[in-house]
């Protein structure tokens, strides 16, 4: 990653909010050139000419401004230089000898006075994620191994769609049983590119997550095991369907593969990533265990994932029925009705589990809700929010209602009552989450949001067209239920039910990968608000009794040192660390509001630019080793430095 990049990644709204924003100066002259009236050759043009006045001056007022911003951080500046630099807790090196004795005493105690591995042990290593060959290498070869497999899996599906005795292939069964591992798989994939994203955005998920920085996933290493998982999915799809056609125990193969994946996850050796495994099962005991101790952002957040994957509890109904029915479920020949086992596998008993299972997701993230009020005693937003999980109850209700007595009303399907009951209840719950999202989620809609129309006050991804998508992406797909409606009126649809079902999941599933970006962006910018994940503390200008106003005096009247008021074409402007090249227009002195300031600091009038930009350090050390009463010096010679400032 270049310097410019990696800056841009990692600079926190603190720092930002310092820096002149040239590019929407740059915007606005470019908007300014393109709204012009067109001139006209010996014409009259003053209409051009009253829009380019009025154009200069907004744009200088906008220039004020930004310098203004400028001159007040450097005014902070001096602050801190002049106290905090001076003050006890700065200057006494008791704690640097306190963490110099405790490396001492642990290299001596733990690591036989390696202090090469002790300091691996006790330093934490920089959020910058190591790229491991290997990893990139095994990640490569599961890509190109699922571009072989995939052109495979489909000249199968598509030559092979009868078995040796011409019986069919039980392709609805094969959908139930492996859409829900796909599912999962998909979302471990998507997880992977979230991680990618957060990280090139400075997005500081090791901290929102609360994970050990010593020892985390990369998103490289996440998306090598949803590549390599879903090699295994592909490879025992393609079983399935060799096992189907030579008759030979096809839907073996689905059930090894949920075996495997389980063993994948509960696996005690120290292999796969045991710390990362046990990690996400803790997590997830947590998640089931809601209501009996304290939740967190991950806990939340992962419950958040369960509720996309509401047909992976679905299909776990199915799952079980179908293999402790008496069906012969090793053989092809399924085109008799299973006669079912079990006491929740046929009739109402059926929809109960389903509805049962259905719900789990929403009481997961509902009674965490319960739990955060129960904690904080803040009805806004977490009872609020246990709403909008029990709007989710109704709708599972209701919609199991609907589809047990879709044979009943089969004659007239507008006569069903649980129908509009649903649908009522649906839109409900939909615009109910829907605003959830937009507003207190992703913290949308902000009344400061100033240039940022209809998204908030700081953004961290590049371009506003990423929210404008991602808003209107979660509207469409939000709404996607309101494609059951046409296929319940369509009883030609109803076989592929099972199908439609598998392409809302995925949709669900997309739309959830969205919605990680934008909620880990808002959680990264309260933290940074609230300085949980801020580099540097800005401090306000303090009342230091400092007269900068004759330090500027003297300094413009030093040699070498030439006056903004002047033109300068092309000089270097030092900001911050950054030494870039710009141009420096004529303006008038900047008369600041002196209400930022205390009421004995005299802010500057004016800012000026240095030859020699070594003396600027000397000037800042000068500052804050002299006395309050006494940093002016009498002679002139002591200040022959200047501010650099833009």
Known sequence: MKFGEHL?????????????????????????????????????????KQFFREVDVSFFQYCEKQATKISTFFAEKLAEKAHIDLEPFHTSTKVTELIRDIESIFTDSFESGNRAEAMKRLRVPPLDEKKSPMVAFRFGLFVGMLCLLLPALFAFATQLNRSQSNKPLAWREALLLYRS?????????????????????????????????RHHLTYQRILEIGTALFVLWFLSFIGFILASYFDHYPFIQPLILVVVLILFVINPIPIFYREARYWFLRKLARVFSSPFHPVGFTDFWLGDQLTSLELVFFDLESFFCFYISNRAWWSTDLTSPATNQGTFCTGWSEILLQTILLMLPSWFRFAQCIRRYRDTKHAFPHLVNAGKYASGFFVVITNSLRRATIKKYAHKETANPFLFLWIIVSIIGTVYKLTWDLKMDWGFFDKKAGTNKYLREQLVYSSKIYYYVAIVENILFRFAWTINIFIHFHEYSAEYADLIGFCFGIVEIFRR?????????????????????????????????IDYGLIDYKLRKQPGIRARNRIVPKETIIEEDNTSITDVSTRDEIDNDPKPFAHDLIPMHNNTIVDDVNKIDKQLKDTSSADLHSLIPQDESDLSNGIVKV
Request: some cysteine.
């Open 513 to 545: 990968f969205i919605w990680n970006f934008f909620r880990l962006e808002n959680e990264h910018l309260n933290n940074c608000g609230q300085f949980r994940a801020v580099r540097d503390i800005s401090i306000s200008p303090m009342s230091t009794g």
């Open 8 to 48: 841009t990644a990692h600079m926190t709204p603190e720092w930002s909010s310092q820096y002149i924003e040239y590019e929407y100066m740059k915007e606005l002259l470019e908007q300014a050139l393109a709204e012009a009236p067109v001139m006209v050759n010996n014409g009259d043009n003053r209409l051009r």
């Open 181 to 213: 591992t796909f599912l999962i798989i998909i979302q471990i994939i998507f997880a992977g590119i979230n991680i990618y994203g957060w990280s090139s955005s400075g997005v500081n998920h090791i901290l929102i997550f609360e994970i050990d920085p």
